[in-house]
């Protein structure tokens, strides 16, 4: 049985979807094996009513007995309801009970979930596709968290094409509402010792700790990366004591949310691969966010391309590009706006100034007067134009990306991007 959760949680008032599949891992080994890691899915990331990261979960549990599927739904349920924040209005909880997917269901299924991670849907499009293969589900409320729901149990059944692993501990509940004790040294050193095969642990360029969240949520870390990598990192970690940690497969870091299109095409909410010329330079505009344009030769259409303010040292690449670069951005579309994630500068275009003209005597001449040239003091040759002097760029080719502090949780980090022959600068 698969079993998709969502929208249990709640900005205010704590809460957190992975903690309740956290505690029913536990609470479900009686009734079989899991089938796979839990997986945490994260979603289209401009949905308006997330929490946080648009995540959802699923649980892939072999169970032993049929006549045992109604127990394990409902220890479900009443895990759900009793964790799920529901006198929020925003949080409006979704199950979803998978058994046994025919291979009609799977192409539907394997649509509707590419449909929830680049794309907006109604809580109608879920309940039409749960109704049409007759599938176990409970919306709470309004059951907005059945589009999640439905969606993590749908890649838990037809599989993940690409997945990293986050491995989460957890406060103990007495805990939780006190800020948190990690050793910020030690999360360094955990960092030092396990990246490349973590990443987002830490953001050295900006000195912040990445992996410890802030919010009255039982989350204590979150370590993301490579399997082994994480379990070493955790070793590494001096912190409050642990409830309990469980390790997700999840789709994290591996950019799903992205479609390749062209600049006529695209619509608000969804995150695009474009390829553009740097139409007007970068400005940086109040706030400290980094502003340019690029267009498509092809359809002359334009879209601004912004580094905002939380993007920190990244603004510092972007500030660099001038008119007539060739690059691909990547990131979600927003008031005809790309909120930039990564940037591939592909070509850099020559830049010159001028300057007063060198004589064929080796000699640089000077200005003859408004409108009359330049002279050479010693030989008096004459020049009527400039020389065009050759500007070195100090920018490189190649993917950059913004730092660990601003990455979105799908964002494919170009660490894991590395080796082949791809030019990367990985932010860290
Ligand atoms: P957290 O990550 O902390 O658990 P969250 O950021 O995942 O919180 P949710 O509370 O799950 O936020 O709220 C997101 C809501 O948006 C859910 O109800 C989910 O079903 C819904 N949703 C997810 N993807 C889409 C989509 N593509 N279109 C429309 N609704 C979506």
């Not at 289209?44 to 032993?64: C, L, M, S």
């Not at 590419?114 to 809580?123: H, K, S």
């Not at 592909?346 to 003859?368: D, F, I, Q, W």
Request: proline share 5%; with cysteine; net charge neutral.
């Amino acid at each position: 049985m698969i079993i998709g959760i969502d929208d249990t949680d709640s900005r205010s008032d704590g809460g957190c979807t992975t903690y309740i599949a956290a505690v029913l891992v536990e609470k479900l080994k009686k009734y079989g094996d899991l089938a796979d890691y839990p997986l945490l899915i994260r979603l289209n990331p401009n949905i308006r009513y997330k929490t946080r990261g648009n995540g959802a979960v699923a649980i892939n549990i072999e169970i032993d007995g049929a006549s045992e599927a109604d127990e394990v739904k409902e220890v479900v349920l009443d895990e759900v309801r009793s964790q799920s924040k529901l006198s929020d209005e925003n949080t409006n909880p979704g199950v979803v009970f998978l058994d046994g997917t025919p291979p009609d269901m799977r192409n539907d299924l394997g649509s509707f979930f590419r449909r929830a991670m680049q794309d907006i849907l109604q809580i109608q499009d879920a309940k039409d596709l749960l109704n049409r293969y007759d599938i176990d589900s409970c919306g709470f409320k309004n059951g907005r968290g059945l589009i999640g729901a439905l969606a993590a149990a749908a890649v838990a059944s037809n599989g993940i094409p690409d997945h990293t692993f986050e491995l989460i501990a957890y406060r103990r509940p007495a805990q939780i509402g006190t800020p948190r004790e990690v050793d910020a040294g030690s999360i360094r050193d955990a960092d030092l010792q396990t990246y490349p095969r973590t990443w987002d642990t830490v953001d050295r360029a900006n000195k912040a700790v990445v992996c410890v969240p802030h919010g009255c949520d039982p989350v204590l870390f979150g370590i993301r990366g490579e399997a082994d990598g994480v379990i070493d990192a955790k070793g590494h970690i001096r912190s409050e004591p642990i409830e309990r940690s469980v390790l997700f497969r999840t789709n994290q870091g591996t950019d799903m949310h992205l479609m390749r299109s062209t600049i006529d095409r695209t619509r608000g909410g969804r995150s695009y691969i474009l390829r553009g010329v740097v139409s007007s330079a970068p400005q940086t505009i109040h706030g400290g966010h980094v502003i340019f344009e690029i267009a498509d030769p092809q359809s002359g259409s334009g879209i601004d391309c912004a580094a905002f303010e939380p993007t920190k040292n990244f603004r510092g690449i972007i500030r660099q590009l001038a008119v007539g670069d060739r690059v691909v951005v990547c990131g979600s579309v927003d008031d005809r706006t790309v909120h930039l994630e990564k940037i591939k500068i592909e070509h850099l275009t020559a830049l010159y100034e001028t300057g007063n003209p060198v004589c064929a005597c080796g000699r640089r001449m000077k200005s003859a007067g408004v409108g009359q040239g330049y002279r050479c003091k010693r030989c008096r040759t004459v020049s009527l134009v400039p020389d065009r002097v050759p500007i070195k760029r100090s920018l490189d080719c190649g993917w950059y990306e913004v730092p660990p502090s601003a990455r979105r949780h799908i964002a494919k980090p170009l660490v894991r991007c590395a080796g082949g022959a791809r030019l990367v600068h990985p932010g860290r």
